[in-house]
């Protein structure tokens, strides 16, 4: 059995459910994102987790321990909030040596942890601080040294870096993998995020209206999505209409054009049938072996180390994603282009 | 522009002249008076008097007691009360805050007829004691006090975020007390000395229910007997426990001052 295991969790507040039928093994030293839009359930199920809401039905076992109605003060669980809620009457030593205080430790041994925990974050000089004087940056990391001073057995954290600037969110979630990395501690991690789920954890679970839609290492949840919803809520999917589907060879009618698809994973054809493909598996120009198909550019983006295009190829507008080369020729709006894409690539949804 | 704000400097001055004029004024002549003990001299002889005079210290240590035991009664029954409210049954607040307001509805005089009513009889027993009509008394201040406890503190709640603050301790491992004694209290420290100065203002100067519950024990009948009585000890009374509450109210002042400088360098 896996070191946290959540079975079959339900959670239904007067009507609504926020949960449904959660499933998940979590191995011990594990980094797992929730990951998913605001009001899917990822907080609830966090909850559910620490001890602050109980579960309708199912259960929550913990290093062969059923912890599903235990009392969140014992089940020695480190949270860190999206506000810090660091206690404002205390400084940044007290902070992080209150779990310590509260379970009876002998002062030197507190002593000894909180200027671990600070050397850990960095903030050694700010020890006799209060949360008041720190950036907010800070204080996340105080509040990541406070639940960690606790040696808990999982670590759960709420948007952690919701509330900073786009730069300190990079920062410190790098911080926070190295962190987690250097402890070997077992991580839930939730976000609306994707680049934060992607780039932290060992696995994902993409989450929507409160079930679970896949879960995956961030590479399978990417490049192998099986949703619709899970391909379009991480990264950009274009979908397609096609027509004559032959699922058994692989290819279809897009725009008049013979296709071929990946057709490896079985799959459904719904009524309507799409082909899906990334925005950055296009390239412009005629290559041997790939799918070849006529558009006319649009919208020209240049962002740097990407050119956004925007070509339509028949009824619909098709995003392109095409590296930046230094010697490249921007293509010009209204220009005929021929786009082509690898079979391998591209799927049907 | 620069002409209409100089206008409107000017009638906020104005307007403000006139409302200190009509607060100052009858202190002012009350003080003159109160300095006139002594004949076609003016002197500070009522107000020796009056420190002179027993009774004054008597009632007024009195009184002081019985707010300290007030104050200790409203903490104890308004902050956890209030905190569990902002936790865990907020739909409950506006209720419980509309209740906390009928002292200011309900008169004195009906409060206390009830009081002594429900506890002078069976199965209650306390108006047949000293201890007991003292109980009493605190208890009924209690209630009295819960307007402006209530409101002080519940502001104090809501200036922190008492649900995360509760949640991260209870991850850490505190029990509820530990919660309410080392996160909670500390964090209304300010909001509760408020509510407390007001309490002590309120129940030292209180007549109605302390005259019939402990008589010329307390304050608030003394200084009406002082006022039926002796004109010039009255005067000097009703400064002296003017400048009593101004100074309850000055303290008030210097802690939240403290505290809002403190709240100031936090905005960077
Ligand atoms: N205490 C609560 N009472 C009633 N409904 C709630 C409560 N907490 C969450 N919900 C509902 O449950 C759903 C999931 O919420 P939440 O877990 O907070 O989503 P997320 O964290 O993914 O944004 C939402 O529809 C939300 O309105
Ligand atoms: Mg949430």
Known sequence: MSYLSISNVSKVFGGVVAVEDFNLEVEKGEFISFLGPSGCGKTTTLRMIAGFELPTSGEVVLDGENITYKAPNERNVGMVFQSYALFPNMTVAQNIGFGLQVRKTPADEIQTMVKEMLGLIHLEKHAEKYPYQLSGGQQQRVALARALAINPRVLLLDEPLSALDAKIRVELRQEIRRIQQKMGITTIYVTHDQEEALSLSDRIVVMSQGHMEQVGTPAEIYNRPTTEFVASFVGQLNLLPVSEVDLKNGVCKLNGQLVRFDHSEPRQISDKPRLAIRPEEFQFGQTEGRNLIQGRVEVVMFLGAVVRLRVRIGEVLVSVDLFNERNMTLPRVGDEVMVNFPPHACWIM | ?268
């Open chain 2, 1 to 268: 522009m620069v002409e209409a704000m100089k206008r409107s400097v000017f009638w906020s001055w104005f307007w403000m002249f006139i409302g200190t004029l009509y607060f100052i004024l009858p202190l002012i002549s009350t003080f003159l008076f109160s300095l006139r003990a002594k004949k076609d001299v003016l002197s500070f002889l009522a107000y020796e008097r009056i420190f002179a005079d027993v009774n004054f210290w008597r009632t007024f240590g009195f009184s002081l007691m019985v707010g300290f035991f007030t104050i200790l009664g409203s903490i104890l029954l308004v902050v956890p009360t209030a905190y569990w409210i902002r936790l865990r049954l907020p739909k409950l607040r506006g209720m419980i805050e509309f209740l906390t307001m009928l002292p200011f509805v309900i008169p004195a005089i009906v409060l206390v007829f009830g009081l002594i009513r429900v506890f002078s009889g069976a199965p209650f027993f306390l108006t047949n004691t000293y201890t007991g009509t003292n109980v009493l008394l605190v208890a009924a201040y209690v209630v009295l006090a819960l307007p402006y406890m209530f409101r002080s503190v519940d502001a104090g709640l809501g200036a922190i975020d008492v649900r995360s603050l509760t949640e991260a301790a209870q991850s850490l491992g505190a029990s509820w007390p530990t919660i309410l004694f080392k996160v909670i209290f500390p964090n209304l420290r300010v909001a509760i000395l408020g509510g407390a100065f007001l309490t002590l203002a309120t129940v030292i100067g209180e007549f109605t229910m302390a005259s019939f519950l402990v008589g010329i024990k307390a304050f608030g009948p003394y200084m009406s007997l002082i006022g039926q009585n002796k004109t010039y000890e009255a005067s000097s009374l009703t400064i002296i426990s003017f400048l009593l509450t101004w100074s309850f109210m000055g303290l008030i002042q210097l802690f939240n001052r403290g505290k809002s400088d403190s709240a100031l360098a936090g905005a960077h």
